[in-house]
């Protein structure tokens, strides 16, 4: 028996995957507030919804902001974070504070204010490099780096909450989403949203490494969904998902196929590898399936190409 969603908060919900997970919300007739303290998160995320939701500019490190924000929920959507790898090996203190601390606080703010459930937002990064493919959940992690290491300790301290406090947890380990909104002006952005912005000003781009690396890349609405059956799905509290599509794609042909869009021509400069970065990413989402549900809809050519036509328009505007 599926569970409804009443009201809910969305951590980083002016964030890239936040600010769908709100939009899709509001959708369905929820209630819905948003904390983002806009470090990375953008307004203009929420203009579709800005208007029938409740904005708090606030941080998830400050208690009384998260309390207050949480105050009433049944469901809290954990997106906030510091997202990336090479960020969090530059700042691993700092990153720790926001990914570590803060989501501590997210789950005792949950449990203070009685809410039934917590979705986070894990990664695929707590596999690390080993070479099994496809990674299943049963795996052992083998973090590479300060951020796998953050999102594997909110997977401990989720279960924990969830077997001493009875506050109802499922993390979700997100592979390589993309998809609108996606920031392509930091240079910690995802790749496809980096490439597409290279490809779109006819720049050559960077790949460290060979290029020969794959990932499985996941359409932001693909793990939309995935949240929202994670939020109401009765039996699957205290557990741990892949959310994938089970394909997976050559970092080399993902800037092809990026300039066949574009129109552009220009071979990629390869550099170094970073250190952290894992080679080969792929998930098993036969849990997800049988579990919550969950099966990805957007063909990734179909999700290649929205995302180039929302780039496009964003270009424009910049």
Not at 39 to 56: A, H, Y
Not at 127 to 153: H, N, R, W
Not at 234 to 239: I, K, N, Q, W, Y
């Amino acid at each position: 028996m599926a569970l409804t969603l009443g009201k809910a908060l969305v951590t980083g919900g002016a964030g890239f995957i936040g600010s769908h997970i709100a939009e899709a919300l509001v959708a369905q007739g929820c209630e819905v507030t948003v904390l983002d303290n806009l470090s990375s998160g953008r307004l203009s995320n929420l203009d579709v919804i800005r208007e029938r939701i409740t904005f708090v500019e606030g941080d998830i490190e400050d208690p009384e902001v998260l309390s207050s924000a949480a105050r009433g929920c049944d469901t809290v959507f954990h997106q906030a974070a510091v997202v990336s790898v090479p960020q969090t090996i530059h700042q691993p203190v700092t990153s720790a504070a926001v990914n570590d601390l803060g989501t501590i606080k997210v789950l005792e703010a949950a449990r203070q204010n009685g809410v039934r459930r917590v979705v986070l937002a894990s990664s695929s990064a707590v596999y690390g490099d080993v070479p099994q493919l496809p990674k299943t959940e049963a795996m052992a992690p083998s973090p590479l780096s300060p951020y796998a290491i953050q999102k594997l300790t909110n997977e401990f301290y989720a279960e924990l909450y969830h077997r001493m406090y009875a506050l109802q947890t499922v993390c979700l380990r997100y592979f390589n989403v993309y998809g609108p909104r996606q920031d392509p002006s930091s240079p910690y952005s995802g790749v496809i949203s980096i490439f597409m912005r290279k490809a779109l000003e006819n720049q050559q781009p960077m790949i460290y490494g060979d290029g020969r690396q794959t990932r499985d890349f996941v359409f932001v609405k693909d793990v939309v969904q995935a949240n929202i059956l994670a939020a109401t799905h009765e039996s699957v509290s205290g557990r741990v998902f892949n959310i994938g599509t089970s394909n997976s794609v050559e970092i080399n042909a993902l800037w092809y196929s990026i300039a066949a869009l574009a129109g552009c021509i220009l071979s990629p400069e390869h550099v170094d590898p970073r250190p952290g970065d894992i080679v080969h990413s792929l998930a098993s989402i036969q849990r997800a399936k049988e579990q919550l549900g969950f099966q990805p809809v957007h063909d990734f050519s179909e999700g290649l190409q929205k995302t180039f036509e929302w780039y496009r328009q964003y270009a424009r505007k910049e």
